[in-house]
Nanobody, 124 residues
Framework: VQLVESGGGSVQSGESLRLRCTASGNIYSTYCMGWIRQGPGKEREAVAGIDSDGKTIYEDSVKGRFTISLDNAKNTYLQMNNLKPEDTAMYYC????????????????????WGQGTQVTVSS
């Protein structure tokens, strides 16, 4: 399985970006996808998760601003609105093929496959 992120960039505070993750290879019929970020000097932090049924979960700091979604073409999106300087980080797409009935989650260590990341920089 390969995951490739795109859509990062440099924006001003309050602006929006839409990240995309394209998956290729053998994708299980039941899976969870997540967006995980790591800012400079910070720990990895999962900000959004979604399962193949469309259930979602968000980290508190992004609720109401970020939206995770899937399409039928193996793409996972993260719509990020009202961006803040503290959202500056490398954003990674990740897949967990063993989430099962637990559903979407925010545990970076349990994702099995990762993309290479896309940088998001928000200036004030």
């Amino acid at each position: 399985v390969q995951l490739v992120e795109s859509g990062g960039g440099s924006v001003q505070s309050g602006e929006s970006l839409r990240l995309r993750c394209t998956a290729s290879g053998n994708i299980y019929s039941t899976y969870c996808m997540g967006w995980i970020r790591q800012g400079p000097g910070k720990e990895r932090e999962a900000v959004a998760g979604i399962d193949s049924d469309g259930k979602t979960i968000y980290e508190d700091s992004v609720k109401g601003r970020f939206t995770i979604s899937l399409d039928n073409a193996k793409n996972t999106y993260l719509q990020m609105n009202n961006l803040k300087p503290e959202d500056t980080a490398m954003y990674y797409c990740a897949a967990d093929f063993f989430c099962g009935e637990r559903g979407p989650h925010l545990f970076p260590a349990e994702y099995n496959y990762w993309g290479q990341g896309t940088q998001v920089t928000v200036s004030s």
